[in-house]
């Protein structure tokens, strides 16, 4: 990361209320610099140019911090988490929490494990479908809070993560400027999932002007046993 793109990173991470040190920053250069060199031989983002991935990749992921303040968080999971978004700039920055990352792809999994011995951070890495590891009683209703940045529909994406989320946490769901659109199809999805909406929160990516909605769904009640459903039933059948 060169002094100038630097400077900006560290005021957008102030903005975001975080005061990022010269070693997460260091390890931010190296996430970036891997992703980029892995990238040329497995695809795991269209996003390569080095401002792009620091506003659009580590800034966005980060960001939600305005809104909830991950320091005092323990348990997270980022569900569909690709190429570590928004998990691992979360980690990075907030070292103490518990983070879990989950991905169905093998490819992605892979990067995933190279780059925390990379950052030499411990992260729990894994490889299933949501819909499967949400019913194993390691994962189930044990997140305080529970990440995506997922491309699904919030009503199939709710089923996928609510599970996860324990009784008081919290689901929040990375949006863009469609939420209104989607949420107009959750008329029943949180409740039967045990949810409520909490909050929705917006703001503009700076420089790209991008639209971030953060959907809040706070669990107020157990989920049923029933949920998550398959993968056909959810995606054929959404709540």
Partial sequence: MDKKLEEKFKKYCLEADINITREQ???????????????KHTNLTSIVN??????KHFLDSIIINKFIKIGGI?????????????????KICFKNINLTLLDSVNKKVVFLKKLCEKL???VDIIHSR????????????????????AV????????????????????V????????????????????LGGKIFDIKKL????????????????????????????????????
Wanted: one cysteine or more.
């Fill in 25 to 39: 920053i260091d390890m931010f250069s190296v996430y970036m610099d891997f992703l980029i060199e892995y990238n």
């Fill in 50 to 55: 080095p401002e792009e991935i620091v506003i």
């Fill in 74 to 90: 323990q348990n997270i999971i980022d569900v569909g988490t690709g190429a570590g978004f928004p998990g691992i700039p979360i």
């Fill in 120 to 122: 030499k951070i411990d």
């Fill in 130 to 149: 949501a819909e499967d590891s949400a019913k194993n009683l390691l994962y189930r209703e044990k997140f305080d809070l529970v990440l995506s940045r």
């Fill in 152 to 171: 699904a529909p919030l009503n199939v994406l709710s089923e996928y993560c609510i599970p996860y989320v324990r009784k008081s946490g919290f689901f």
């Fill in 173 to 192: 769901s990375y949006k863009g400027s469609n939420v209104k659109e989607e949420l107009l199809k959750c008329t029943d999805c949180f409740e039967v």
């Fill in 204 to 239: 503009n990516l700076p420089e790209i002007g991008d639209t971030r909605n953060f959907v809040i769904i706070e669990k107020i009640n157990n989920c049923s046993i029933k949920y998550p459903r398959s993968a056909s039933n959810i995606i054929k059948k959404p709540l």
